[in-house]
């Protein structure tokens, strides 16, 4: 029983996840005709709870985390571990590695504009923000996916 309930916990908050990314992706093709005055104000406005200390990022950390001791948990399932290590390591694609590597530096430069001050190059740090919320966006669902398939298998 403890192993169903940590399964369904652990895609909870990976749907959860998978959620935020989504949201982000919904929102890359009205947020691409912005101008940089529209965009910075939104980006230092609309995300405030999506990232630390919000639950935003309770989230994202959690389902990595959780994710993580599943796979653990389901070590001697070799069906359900191959799914889970395969979701796992998607989710640990997408965060840490995209999320520090292509997303929070973009919000470190934003965090210091404002509408009357855009950095230079605001354009290509708002491509690799939306596009790289896209990328986690498909890595998320991909994970979500392959543990979802863990637990249907085994």
Same mark, same amino acid.
């Given at each position: ?64 985390? +959780? ?9 001697? =399932?070799?069906?359900? $571990?191959?799914?889970? @290590? !395969? &979701? ?33 190059? +605001? ?9 790289? =919320?896209?990328?986690? $966006?498909?890595?998320? @669902? !991909? &994970? ?11």
């Amino acid at each position: 029983m403890f192993l169903k309930i940590w399964r369904l916990l652990t895609l909870i908050l990976v749907a959860l996840f998978m959620g935020l990314e989504f949201a982000h992706t919904l929102e890359l093709p009205a947020k691409m005709q912005y101008d940089g005055a529209l965009y910075v104000t939104i980006q230092n406005s609309l995300y405030r709870y999506f990232g630390a200390p919000g639950p935003g990022a309770f989230i994202t950390v959690g389902a990595v985390l +959780w994710a993580i001791a599943l796979t653990v948990l389901v070590r001697k =399932h070799k069906s359900a $571990f191959w799914w889970t @290590l !395969a &979701g796992t390591l998607c989710l640990a694609i997408a965060f840490p590695l995209i999320y520090f590597l292509r997303i929070e530096p973009v919000n470190v430069a934003i965090e210091q504009a404002n509408a009357g001050s855009l950095p230079t190059d +605001w354009q290509q740090l708002r491509n690799q923000w939306e596009y790289a =919320h896209a990328t986690n $966006f498909g890595l998320s @669902l !991909a &994970g979500f996916s392959a543990i979802a398939m863990s637990i249907l298998d085994g």
